[in-house]
């Protein structure tokens, strides 16, 4: 057994079904092309039978990104690993993943399937994932629950099939690190044709225990990880891939074993997913968060001052966090704006690198000094929203003490010009009213937040508005140096990916989450 642990990223998969984690195709491009400079081994960039969607981000992503192996999941049913074998096939190493839950639970109560069912299944679908590539990986849904003499013939009779990674799930997050790493132990022990065929773990982290259940597994021999970048996905996630990797790297003495992980790529990874969903990580997260390290946080002990090692396991600098120095005015010229962006971690194509500029110069006009933390939300609100039904052109808002607060906004719906006027308890009630009104939008407003990205009364408002409509979730996002207008930018974007998600679902075929 070697001592290369895979990291099989499933960000764009599991981690995009959690509740306002979606993303639209460009934005699921721009992730998988910072997920291969990360340099992640696998990429599984979706599920391609789920919907038409789904199965166009697969297939451009495939195409797209050329240093990892990109896969597609399928549950084992003709029709799914058909889809799946199509979307990946421009890819340079294509990977099929089929998975069946072989759970009593499960087989009984979701796919009404004796055990017998089920095996056959499973050992069809992998013959015929092997139709379109060699690379075929099998997941028993639900294996920490499963009958383990029950999962033992089935990794058996895949392998015999053709599967070259088995994957043993932690589905609902109810194992714990002893129980994970005997259950490692004894598939290697007692599947008789295992040889070297890789055994992966996907844990979620319903107690917490996702990243501890993963390396205990790594421990027994496992020598895949399937993980997301930020730990998102469904419920309360999937393990963490920053958390797992600087584990292994950080405390190499006690595993032996390390990733192909480029580290120095983790911090903008989390920053770029963090900026297409709008949904940031708690300040004390491992690895990400903001407070992290001890000296970005302000706690300049006496220890940290003498020697960073003290009370420093690892450093910002080997995650890819910057200090949050003085970047760049209004005289920086094109191409430091591009090294810049290059930098933290951004490659953008030609006609992006232009709409950025034009919005940085305009930024650079109204604010003495631009951030890190500025050019991320600049790149994210002038890359990453090109193909919305919703554009804002301007907004105008009177308000103050004796005033009834007053809105005037004007958009942009695919090619028609709209302006209307409003009133509302406040400005940003008037701006959303209005706004509300020309969108006929009926969604329900959960949440809203402002905070200033940088410090300085100059300072850009980043807003986050949530909104909740027919079981759909959208998280929005805006950034300006006037809040109103920031908070409009944030309701139309929260907007844009609702109108994004319904088109989405039509055509939807299943409800299914997988592994
Ligand atoms: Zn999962």
């Not at 600049?378 to 890359?383: G, P, Q, Y």
């Not at 039904?389 to 906004?409: D, H, M």
Request: net charge negative; aromatic share 6%.
């Amino acid at each position: 057994m070697d001592n290369v642990i895979r990291i099989f990223d499933t960000t764009l998969r599991d981690g995009e079904q959690s509740p306002g984690c979606s993303m639209n195709i460009d934005e699921k491009l721009a992730m998988a092309r910072q997920l291969e400079k990360l340099g992640v081994d696998v990429i599984e960039a979706g599920f391609p039978i789920a919907s038409p969607g789904d199965f166009e981000s697969v297939k451009r992503v495939a195409e797209t990104v050329r240093g990892c192996e990109i896969a597609g999941l399928a549950r084992c049913e003709p029709e799914d690993v058909d889809a799946a074998g199509e979307a990946v096939r421009g890819a340079a190493n294509p990977r099929i993943h089929v998975f069946i839950a072989t759970s009593d639970l499960h087989m009984r109560f979701k796919l009404r399937k004796s055990a017998d069912e089920v095996l056959r299944d499973a050992v069809r679908s992998v013959e015929q994932a092997r139709r379109y590539t060699q690379n075929v990986e099998f997941s028993a849904e639900d294996a920490t629950r499963s009958d383990p003499e029950f999962l033992f013939r089935v990794f058996q009779a895949v392998i015999e099939a053709g599967a070259k990674v088995i994957n043993v799930p932690d589905t609902v997050g109810y194992t714990v690190p002893s129980d994970y790493a005997r259950l490692i132990t004894s598939i290697r022990e007692r599947v008789p044709n295992l040889g070297d065929t890789i055994i992966s773990v996907h844990c979620h982290n319903d107690l917490g225990l996702g990243v501890a259940n993963s390396l205990a597994a790594i421990q027994a021999g496992a020598r895949q990880v399937e993980c997301t970048v930020n730990g998102i996905g469904e419920r309360a996630g999937n393990t963490s891939l920053e958390e797992v990797v600087m584990a292994l790297r950080t405390r190499r003495d006690a595993f032996g074993v390390d990733t192909r992980i480029v580290t120095e790529e983790i911090y903008p990874s989390s920053r770029l997913l963090s900026s297409i969903t709008g949904v940031s990580v708690q300040p004390n997260k491992a690895v990400v968060g903001a407070n992290a390290f001890a000296h970005e946080a302000g706690i300049h002990q006496d220890g940290v001052l003498k020697n960073v090692m003290t009370y420093e396991i690892m450093t910002p600098q080997s995650i890819g966090r910057s200090s949050n120095e003085l970047v760049l005015g209004k005289h920086s010229g094109r191409h430091a704006f591009r090294e810049r962006l290059h930098a933290l971690g951004f490659d953008l194509q030609p006609d992006q690198l232009d709409n950025a500029f034009q919005k940085f110069k305009v930024l650079a006009d109204k604010k003495k000094v631009i951030y890190n933390e500025d050019l991320e939300v600049l790149v994210a609100d002038a890359v990453l929203r090109m193909e919305d039904k919703f554009k804002l052109l301007s907004v105008n808002v009177s308000s103050g003490t004796g005033a009834v607060p007053a809105a005037t906004v004007e958009m942009a719906i695919e090619d028609r010009v709209v302006k209307e006027a409003g009133f509302g308890d406040g400005p940003v009630d008037a701006v959303f009213r209005v706004i509300g009104s020309i969108t006929q939008c009926k969604a329900q407003l959960v949440r809203y937040q402002v905070n200033a990205i940088t410090g300085g009364t100059d300072a850009q408002g980043e807003v986050s508005v949530t909104l909740s409509e027919d079981g759909l979730t959208a998280i929005g996002q805006g950034a300006h140096t006037d809040i109103i207008v920031a908070s409009a930018k944030a309701y139309l974007n929260a907007i844009n990916k609702l109108e994004w998600r319904r088109s989405q679902n039509v055509g939807r075929r299943t409800d299914e989450k997988g592994p």
